[in-house]
Structures are given as structure tokens and as C-alpha cells.
Nanobody, 124 residues
């Protein structure tokens, strides 16, 4: 059993920055790719970014490209999401998740394990 724990969320003004962390514990493995999703009230869960297990490949949603950066530290079993130039529309609960397939990364169905989420609120 693996446990994914997100942290780093909070309240920030528009234009500000936050860095989210996702720490994995338990049955961690280097075979997994990691992703970040977000879900705003009344909306479906939305893909934000993903990083391959090696850290060499990354994917971003168009809405965050150029503002968010995903990275990983495999020695610490931790994935990060650096969020800059935040906008009110970035307000959501952010979740990390892991998948064994580097395919259809934007689909939540591809991910097998999820964290509990961390709230990000961007005020205008």
C-alpha cells in the first residue's frame, strides 16, 4: 500500500507563488510516473501536469504552461509543483497521483493511487 500526502497549499494573492509537495510512503517504486490534478467546486477533476519516473519527461495542461513547473526528487520519493503567476482561476483542491503508464496522462482513470488533496486559493 502506498500513501501520497500533498502539502504546501494555502491562500495567496493573484500573481503570487506556491510550491506543492507530494510525498510518497509505503510501497513506493521507481516504476511510477506522477501527476498533478486539480478540482474546483462544481467542476470535474482536471489534469495539471505529469512527470515521468525518470524525471526527464514532463507534460503540462495549456492553462498552466509557462507558469507551473513539475519536478521530482526520487531519493526523497517526492514530487513538487512550483506554481507562479497564480490566477484566481487556479483556485482548486490539488491532488497528486501515480500511474504506471505514460499514456493518456490527462485522464484520471489512468492513475491508481491518489493523495487526499491540498487546497489552493488565489484571491483577486
Amino acid at each position: 500500500q502506498v500513501r501520497l500526502v500533498e502539502s504546501g497549499g494555502g491562500l495567496v494573492q493573484a500573481g503570487g507563488s506556491l510550491r506543492l509537495s507530494c510525498a510518497a510512503s509505503g510501497r513506493t517504486s521507481s516504476i511510477y510516473h506522477m501527476g498533478w490534478f486539480r478540482q474546483a467546486p462544481g467542476k470535474e477533476r482536471e489534469f495539471v501536469s505529469a512527470i515521468s519516473r525518470t524525471g526527464y519527461n514532463t507534460v503540462y495542461a495549456d492553462s498552466v504552461k509557462g507558469r507551473f513547473t513539475i519536478s521530482s526528487d526520487n531519493a526523497k520519493n517526492t514530487v513538487y509543483l512550483q506554481m507562479n503567476s497564480l490566477k484566481p482561476e487556479d483556485t482548486a483542491v490539488y491532488y497528486c497521483a501515480r500511474t504506471t503508464t505514460w499514456f493518456r496522462l490527462i485522464s484520471p482513470d489512468q492513475y491508481t493511487d491518489w493523495g487526499q488533496g491540498t487546497q489552493v486559493t488565489v484571491s483577486s
